[in-house]
Protein backbone atom coordinates (compact mmCIF):
# COMPACT_ATOMS: atom_id res chain seq x y z
CA UNK A 1 0.00 0.00 0.00
CA UNK A 2 1.51 3.56 -0.77
CA UNK A 3 0.81 6.78 0.96
CA UNK A 4 2.17 9.67 -0.48
CA UNK A 5 4.86 12.16 0.63
CA UNK A 6 3.07 15.64 1.97
CA UNK A 7 3.88 18.25 -0.28
CA UNK A 8 4.62 22.19 0.93
CA UNK A 9 6.76 21.59 3.48
CA UNK A 10 8.53 23.96 5.54
CA UNK A 11 11.43 25.59 3.84
CA UNK A 12 14.46 23.52 4.57
CA UNK A 13 17.00 25.80 4.84
CA UNK A 14 14.83 27.50 7.78
CA UNK A 15 14.47 24.54 9.52
CA UNK A 16 18.40 23.89 9.03
CA UNK A 17 19.19 27.53 10.02
CA UNK A 18 17.82 26.18 13.68
CA UNK A 19 20.29 23.40 14.06
CA UNK A 20 22.26 23.08 17.35
CA UNK A 21 26.10 23.17 17.52
CA UNK A 22 27.04 19.77 16.84
CA UNK A 23 27.88 18.53 13.71
CA UNK A 24 25.33 15.95 12.27
CA UNK A 25 21.72 15.60 11.63
CA UNK A 26 18.92 16.88 13.77
CA UNK A 27 16.67 13.40 13.99
CA UNK A 28 12.80 13.49 15.50
CA UNK A 29 11.12 10.19 15.53
CA UNK A 30 6.87 10.28 15.06
CA UNK A 31 5.49 7.25 16.69
CA UNK A 32 2.25 5.97 15.41
CA UNK A 33 1.42 8.58 13.42
CA UNK A 34 -1.97 7.79 12.20
CA UNK A 35 -3.81 10.38 9.33
CA UNK A 36 -2.58 13.50 11.19
CA UNK A 37 0.16 13.91 8.60
CA UNK A 38 2.65 15.39 11.53
CA UNK A 39 0.91 18.60 11.11
CA UNK A 40 -0.26 18.56 14.82
CA UNK A 41 2.59 16.32 16.16
CA UNK A 42 5.37 16.99 18.30
CA UNK A 43 8.58 14.45 18.10
CA UNK A 44 8.63 11.33 20.70
CA UNK A 45 12.24 11.55 20.38
CA UNK A 46 14.78 14.42 19.44
CA UNK A 47 18.93 14.19 19.16
CA UNK A 48 21.98 14.94 16.88
CA UNK A 49 22.97 11.75 14.09
CA UNK A 50 26.38 12.17 13.45
CA UNK A 51 25.47 9.67 10.31
CA UNK A 52 22.23 7.48 9.19
CA UNK A 53 22.37 3.94 9.28
CA UNK A 54 20.07 2.08 11.54
CA UNK A 55 17.97 -1.31 11.97
CA UNK A 56 15.76 -3.29 13.45
CA UNK A 57 17.82 -6.56 13.03
CA UNK A 58 21.23 -5.60 13.93
CA UNK A 59 24.27 -5.65 11.00
CA UNK A 60 21.95 -5.80 8.17
CA UNK A 61 23.16 -3.18 5.66
CA UNK A 62 26.07 -2.43 3.28
CA UNK A 63 27.70 -0.67 6.49
CA UNK A 64 28.60 -2.69 10.11
CA UNK A 65 27.73 -0.67 13.48
CA UNK A 66 24.12 -0.18 12.45
CA UNK A 67 22.52 1.52 15.83
CA UNK A 68 18.77 0.89 16.72
CA UNK A 69 16.46 3.20 15.90
CA UNK A 70 15.90 6.56 18.14
CA UNK A 71 13.43 6.18 20.88
CA UNK A 72 13.79 2.52 20.71
CA UNK A 73 11.08 2.32 17.59
CA UNK A 74 10.29 -0.94 15.83
CA UNK A 75 6.93 -0.23 13.96
CA UNK A 76 4.86 2.19 12.68
CA UNK A 77 6.67 5.56 12.83
CA UNK A 78 8.19 8.26 10.93
CA UNK A 79 11.61 9.74 10.87
CA UNK A 80 13.30 12.86 9.89
CA UNK A 81 16.58 13.97 9.57
CA UNK A 82 17.79 17.65 8.66
CA UNK A 83 21.16 19.55 8.13
CA UNK A 84 23.85 21.07 6.43
CA UNK A 85 25.84 19.30 3.55
CA UNK A 86 29.12 21.28 3.94
CA UNK A 87 30.39 20.76 0.02
CA UNK A 88 34.04 21.80 -0.36
CA UNK A 89 34.68 21.72 -4.25
CA UNK A 90 31.60 21.95 -6.69
CA UNK A 91 30.59 19.38 -8.14
CA UNK A 92 28.06 16.79 -9.26
CA UNK A 93 27.29 14.46 -6.16
CA UNK A 94 25.33 11.76 -5.98
CA UNK A 95 23.01 10.50 -3.12
CA UNK A 96 21.31 7.43 -2.01
CA UNK A 97 19.57 5.56 0.63
CA UNK A 98 19.07 1.95 1.01
CA UNK A 99 16.16 1.45 3.26
CA UNK A 100 13.05 -0.71 4.27
CA UNK A 101 10.77 0.79 3.80
CA UNK A 102 9.77 4.48 1.70
CA UNK A 103 12.39 7.24 2.01
CA UNK A 104 12.55 11.11 0.34
CA UNK A 105 15.72 13.06 0.19
CA UNK A 106 15.84 17.10 -0.90
CA UNK A 107 18.80 19.30 -1.16
CA UNK A 108 17.72 22.87 -1.02
CA UNK A 109 14.55 23.47 -3.32
CA UNK A 110 15.10 20.06 -5.27
CA UNK A 111 13.62 16.64 -4.51
CA UNK A 112 16.41 14.23 -6.03
CA UNK A 113 14.32 10.96 -5.00
CA UNK A 114 11.08 10.47 -3.24
CA UNK A 115 9.68 6.42 -2.19
CA UNK A 116 6.10 6.24 -1.03
CA UNK A 117 5.93 2.46 -0.88
CA UNK A 118 6.37 -0.40 1.65
CA UNK A 119 8.80 -3.06 0.33
CA UNK A 120 11.67 -5.09 1.42
CA UNK A 121 15.35 -2.87 1.66
CA UNK A 122 15.55 -1.07 -1.86
CA UNK A 123 18.36 1.51 -3.44
CA UNK A 124 16.76 5.07 -4.71
CA UNK A 125 19.62 7.42 -5.92
CA UNK A 126 19.38 10.81 -6.85
CA UNK A 127 22.43 12.86 -8.14
CA UNK A 128 22.57 17.32 -8.17
CA UNK A 129 25.21 19.65 -8.96
CA UNK A 130 25.72 21.44 -5.46
CA UNK A 131 28.33 24.38 -5.34
CA UNK A 132 31.11 24.83 -3.39
CA UNK A 133 29.66 25.75 0.32
CA UNK A 134 26.67 24.76 2.77
CA UNK A 135 23.60 23.36 1.59
CA UNK A 136 20.48 22.55 3.61
CA UNK A 137 19.57 18.84 3.38
CA UNK A 138 16.72 17.07 4.53
CA UNK A 139 15.73 13.41 5.05
CA UNK A 140 12.42 11.49 5.48
CA UNK A 141 12.00 8.02 6.63
CA UNK A 142 9.32 5.62 7.66
CA UNK A 143 8.66 2.00 8.71
CA UNK A 144 5.59 -0.02 8.61
CA UNK A 145 5.84 -3.20 10.48
CA UNK A 146 8.51 -6.20 10.34
CA UNK A 147 12.06 -5.32 9.23
CA UNK A 148 13.08 -1.77 9.42
CA UNK A 149 16.66 -0.88 8.30
CA UNK A 150 18.17 2.72 6.66
CA UNK A 151 21.42 4.00 5.71
CA UNK A 152 21.93 7.75 3.81
CA UNK A 153 24.91 7.35 1.50
CA UNK A 154 26.97 10.35 -0.81
CA UNK A 155 29.76 10.84 -2.79
CA UNK A 156 31.36 12.83 -5.47
CA UNK A 157 30.25 11.92 -8.73
CA UNK A 158 33.08 8.99 -9.52
CA UNK A 159 33.88 8.75 -5.61
CA UNK A 160 33.30 6.13 -3.34
CA UNK A 161 30.33 5.55 -1.44
CA UNK A 162 30.25 6.39 2.36
CA UNK A 163 27.67 7.26 4.70
CA UNK A 164 27.15 10.78 4.96
CA UNK A 165 28.67 12.33 7.54
CA UNK A 166 31.39 9.68 8.05
CA UNK A 167 35.07 10.49 7.95
CA UNK A 168 36.34 10.84 4.80
CA UNK A 169 32.94 11.76 2.85
CA UNK A 170 30.68 14.06 2.40
CA UNK A 171 30.48 16.27 6.02
CA UNK A 172 27.31 17.62 8.21
CA UNK A 173 29.18 20.53 9.96
CA UNK A 174 28.28 22.28 13.12
CA UNK A 175 25.58 25.03 12.59
CA UNK A 176 23.45 27.34 14.25
CA UNK A 177 22.88 27.48 17.88
CA UNK A 178 19.59 26.44 19.06
CA UNK A 179 17.54 23.08 18.96
CA UNK A 180 14.03 23.97 17.48
CA UNK A 181 11.00 22.66 19.41
CA UNK A 182 10.34 19.33 18.34
CA UNK A 183 6.48 20.51 16.96
CA UNK A 184 8.53 22.83 14.61
CA UNK A 185 10.39 19.93 12.92
CA UNK A 186 6.94 17.96 12.90
CA UNK A 187 5.92 20.85 10.60
CA UNK A 188 8.19 19.27 8.08
CA UNK A 189 4.83 17.06 6.94
CA UNK A 190 6.98 13.75 7.64
CA UNK A 191 3.87 11.94 7.02
CA UNK A 192 6.77 10.41 5.56
CA UNK A 193 3.92 8.89 3.15
CA UNK A 194 0.96 10.29 4.87
CA UNK A 195 1.85 8.22 7.32
CA UNK A 196 -1.41 6.26 8.15
CA UNK A 197 1.03 3.47 8.53
CA UNK A 198 -0.22 0.29 7.81
CA UNK A 199 0.71 -3.59 8.40
CA UNK A 200 1.75 -5.18 4.93
CA UNK A 201 3.64 -8.60 4.46
CA UNK A 202 6.83 -8.03 2.98
CA UNK A 203 8.50 -10.76 0.03
Known amino acids: ????????LLATTLLAAALPASAGLLVHVYTNAGNSAMASRTADYAGIASVINYSDHGNAGYYSGDAA???????NFGLSAIGWLDIATAGVYEFRSYADDGVQLKIG?????SDNAYHPVQYRTGSTYLAAGKHAIEFLF?????????ELEARAAGGSWKLLGAEGGVQTP???ANVPEPGSVALLGLAAAGLALVRRRKH
Open 174 to 176: ATA
Open 142 to 150: FEGSVYGEV
Open 69 to 75: FPGGVLD
Open 109 to 113: NTVLY
Open 1 to 8: MKRMFITG
